[in-house]
């Protein structure tokens, strides 16, 4: 019998939703709403390879997009046995996957505070979706809970330890469900356990974020207390100097949400091209030989280049790097300029293997005498929220 779950993203404005087969990762429905609470709310799905558009009202709520969804999913005759639930931040609690009941809906309303407009949202989808599918198991699937097995001495900020005994400051680490993923993947690909699988990972997409993953357990990422540390992503700076914020609200008379602001939304990509966040939109100008676009792939490719040479350190028993997310698993461009700052360690790529790694291909794209294999591998986070939340059926 197959086992199939809906699998749920409530994000601020969005809901994204799936029916994913547990067993074999299969997607029989995906769609999203969008720009919710907004003139131009919209929803549109994909039910076996067919496309269709349905209308929502003026600035429709989650709720409503959540009814639609429910009516949608109702008509493909599916039973589901779950609802795995996407939840950005869970703190130092949750370990692992967890079945909602009242403490978990507390405690994901109470790590709201470290990520207001994440966890709020994806508590409205939980509450909500819980109204629609009384009797079928709820689960939340946490992005940090796969970084909880970080030391110490890769999760403490140099701060005043007080500041994390009483306010739980830390890196905490997010896109664990794709890290998780890729380990799981190389593991198979490798031929060996998951528990002796070493690799760094790099998750490229609107959202970057590079991890240390020694002998199965995760001991080192990129992203931090909050997605903004690491790496440079799509509209988000990564790393700064940290006296940058307040010299920035003094310079610009500008309050600690608005750099908050400038920083999550107006940096990265966008801010040093100043022309887009996309990598495929930098890579047509940087082409046609436009200077922004060309030095934000420089700075990108560049800060990846040197977490990843760092993250060697975290893992002395590394049997592969892997480029995963919408740009690791497209962008030959981004991993051939990456990888070429690895040319005097010994890791050289097969240019033909790099430029046919794409849509949806995974292997290996270095040379035989690379010192050491690189990998590209489609990431699949619903079928992790999947697969975990089938484990509650
Ligand atoms: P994600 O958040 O994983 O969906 O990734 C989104 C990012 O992947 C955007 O920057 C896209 O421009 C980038 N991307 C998707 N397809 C390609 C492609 N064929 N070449 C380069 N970048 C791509």
Redesign the pocket.
């Known amino acids: 019998m197959k086992k199939e779950v809906i699998v749920l993203n409530c994000g601020s404005s969005s809901v994204k939703f799936a029916i994913i087969d547990a067993q074999t990762g299969e997607a029989g429905l995906t769609g999203i709403a969008e720009s919710l609470g907004n003139k131009n709310a919209s929803l549109s799905y994909k039910l076996n390879g067919h496309k269709e558009q349905v209308a929502l009202s003026e600035n429709a709520s989650h709720s409503e997009a959540l009814n639609v969804i429910q009516s949608i999913i109702s008509r493909t005759g599916v039973t589901p046995i779950a609802i795995g639930h996407r939840v950005v931040h869970g703190g130092e609690k949750f370990t692992q996957a967890a079945l909602v009941d009242d403490s978990v809906l507390k405690a994901i309303e109470d790590y709201a505070s470290m990520a207001p407009l994440h966890n709020m949202a994806n508590l409205k989808g939980i509450v909500t979706a819980q109204q629609a599918y009384p009797d079928l198991p709820h689960v939340a699937v946490f992005d940090t809970a796969f970084f909880q097995t970080l030391p110490e001495k890769a999760y403490l900020y140099a701060l005043p330890k007080s500041l994390y005994r009483e306010h739980g400051i830390r890196r905490y680490g997010f896109h664990g469900t794709s890290h998780k993923f890729i380990l799981d993947s190389m593991a198979t690909m490798l031929n060996q356990r998951i528990e002796e699988t070493s690799i760094i990972s790099a998750?490229?997409?609107?959202?970057c974020s590079v991890s240390a993953i020694e002998n199965g357990r995760a001991v080192d990422t990129s992203l931090g207390f909050s997605p903004l540390e690491g790496l440079v992503m799509?509209t988000r700076c990564g790393d700064i100097d940290p006296s940058l914020p307040g010299t920035l609200q003094k310079k610009l008379g500008k309050s600690a949400d608005e750099i908050s602001d400038l920083l999550n939304k107006q940096s990265g990509?966008l801010g040093i091209s100043e022309l887009s966040?996309?990598?495929?939109?930098?890579?047509d100008a940087a082409q046609q030989g436009h200077e922004g676009a060309l030095l934000a792939i420089e700075l990108f490719c560049y800060r990846l280049a040197k977490y990843i040479a760092g993250y060697m350190v975290a893992v002395p028993t590394l049997n592969a790097i892997v480029f995963t997310?919408?740009?690791g698993?497209?962008?030959s461009?981004?991993r051939q300029t990456t990888l070429g700052y690895f040319a005097h360690f010994g890791i050289t790529l097969d240019e033909q293997k790099n430029d046919a790694a794409?849509?949806g291909h995974s292997g290996q794209i270095t040379a035989t005498n690379s010192t050491m294999p690189v990998y590209v591998v489609p990431?699949n986070e619903e079928w992790v929220i999947a697969s975990e939340a089938a484990t509650f059926a």
């Open positions: 998750h490229l997409g609107n959202g799509g990509l966040n996309d990598c495929r939109t930098l890579e997310g919408g740009i698993e497209n962008s461009l981004i794409r849509f990431t």
